[in-house]
């Protein structure tokens, strides 16, 4: 079964800090991994996403590291901000198919 | 541009009804997917179209689970005989094509069965 899985549920960081979240995947078909970002009551929006062939994709204070041969793959918030709270998902995508394999979310809290 | 939307934002029913959910994919845009979230979850996926036919209904968790999109613009997702469990947020996505990898998601529509 495809799964991704990602930690921590929870994340409270004080505004300026750096939060990061986690992803690990066990179908090395997945070929494309978003992360969404998704506030209360709205559908989820397209942060950054990573393929495979490299290692590190940065836009802005977000950046994603990407490590192939653990099949994991990260998400940093640099200078976190209190509008950044928010539930986070990492996703990916296998080239068997178009849907996305979601993992669980991650809830961030920024203080400030 | 508008993004896509999805009606009716909130829908309660009553178990064994039937209820459609409608999804209004971006202009232009020729896949369209469907998921489901529950509460403190991530969403899962059900269906996806390419154009007017399914090309993948794996995730579809019965058969009281349908889905349509005649014109290959907006879609239907039917759910006939409806159970508590359904109770969720169904999200609509869609993208520029089945190659494209960027699917953007409507708002949703929470569905509670009573």
Known sequence: ?112 | GAGVSQTPSNKVTEKGKYVELRCDPISGHTALYWYRQSLGQGPEFLIYFQGTGAADDSGLPNDRFFAVRPEGSVSTLKIQRTERGDSAVYLCASSLGSASETQYFGPGTRLLVL
């Not at chain 1, 802005?60 to 998400?75: E, V």
């Open chain 1, 1 to 112: 079964q495809q799964q991704v899985k990602q930690s921590p549920q929870s994340l409270i960081v004080q505004k300026g800090g750096i939060s990061i979240i986690n992803c690990a995947y066990e179908n090395t078909a997945f070929d494309y991994f978003p992360w969404y970002q998704q506030f209360p009551g709205k559908g989820p929006a397209l942060l950054i996403a990573i393929r495979p062939d490299v290692s590190e994709k940065k836009e802005g204070r977000f950046t994603i590291s990407f490590n192939k041969s653990a099949k994991q793959f990260s998400l940093h918030i640099m200078d976190s901000q209190p509008g950044d709270s928010a539930t986070y998902f990492c996703a990916a995508r296998g080239n068997a198919g178009n849907m996305l394999t979601f993992g669980g979310g991650t809830r961030l809290m920024v203080k400030p």
